[in-house]
């Protein structure tokens, strides 16, 4: 900085001359020295010094201490108080007067005053730098789509972006220096477990955390977000930890598509039970479990609705429609919560159960289904009385496929139909079937 301009603000003038002269033969620009702190505060716009020089000690209203107070706050320029000794400055509770070339004494020696002014314009300098480097990078959070909150080594909240602050419902202000577990209230929604230390954990590890997609955050007003992120170790040049930095978004809309895209992927979309797909998968589950388990017995059941294309015909297909879905509220009452029903394709419906003793167990399930459809169902003003053909097939150690047991119940189900419907039939692998018509694979 060449030349840089300094406002002396003293009370002898005598002192006030000499100083002018001593800082012009260092090399400074002294347009002004005045001997009032308040006419120093109202020509400080029009002078525009780089650095003030402020005799701490005044006989009017105001003292040295408040003009430097002043000056600095509100123009944020560098102040260097001048004293007569040092115990005016311990008389002086002024955390400023402590920090090294924050004052000089009087009388003023000329290199003294020199290291003393520099010294002081360098720190102004580099605080106004790392001023300027919070600010862009205060800049970048608050620009940032996901929510940022940084907390200190003790876990306590020290910054929060604009993301932060809408998704927690709290203002920085309101959660500086508390601690993060009070301010970001998360709850696994699969345990209903509270998480806590998401601070401390990563203090402790020094690792990154992911956080796991099964949290929601419960905001400040009793709103509720899942959310996803991840929370880091901050560390200074020396590889010092120095806290953490949590980065999270809100990821309800994410979930809620993948949930739907799984359900159009897994259930069907008129009576909401599990399709084709889901059970094939079930199945195959229980099917590669069983080669483990050699005691393991299961059973496929398949079902379909006597003379369905009849109702169709004469109610109307919404009538079809509002029919199957009361069949599929219908099944479920009949099985256990471990059991699988699924819509197999039109009125047909496939049942996996598991977990049985013997074949009662299985043609139990079928006779309450059948006394279950036996009951009349209205819909829409219309009464409507229906039956069901059942096919079983039992799990045995002659299956090498799992698909192989829904082939098998489907024949016993169309063996049902042609002994003249609404019955069971179980699969006899030693029986010859009537198999020329199409069956599910």
Known sequence: MSNPKILVVEKENKLALDLKKTLH???????EITNSGEDAIKRMEEINPNIVLVDICFSERIDGVEVGDLIMNNFQVPVLYLTENCSEVKNIAQNQLTEPFSYITKPVAEQDLYIAIEMTLYKHQTKRKLQREMQKWIAVLKSMGCAVMITDTCGCIYMMNPVAEALTAWKQDEAVRKSLTEILRLVDKDTGVIIKDLAQQTIETGVV?????????????GGEIQIGGSIAPIYDDEANLIGTVLVFQDITQRKQTEAKLFRNAFYDALTGLPNRVLLFERLSQVFERGKRRKNDRYAVLFLDVDGFKTINDSFGHTVGDNLLIEIARRLELCLRSGDTVARFGGDEFAILIKDIKDISDTTNVAKRIQESLDLPIYV????????ASIGIALNCSSYEKPENLLRDADIAMYDAKQ?????????DSQKSYDTTRHVHK
């Open 25 to 31: 033969n260092l090399g400074y620009s002294v347009p």
């Open 209 to 221: 955390l992911n956080l796991p997609e099964t949290l929601t955050l419960i905001a400040k007003d």
């Open 380 to 387: 829409n003003e219309h009464q409507i009385c229906i039956s």
């Open 419 to 427: 002994q003249g419907k609404a019955r069971y039939v179980v699969f």
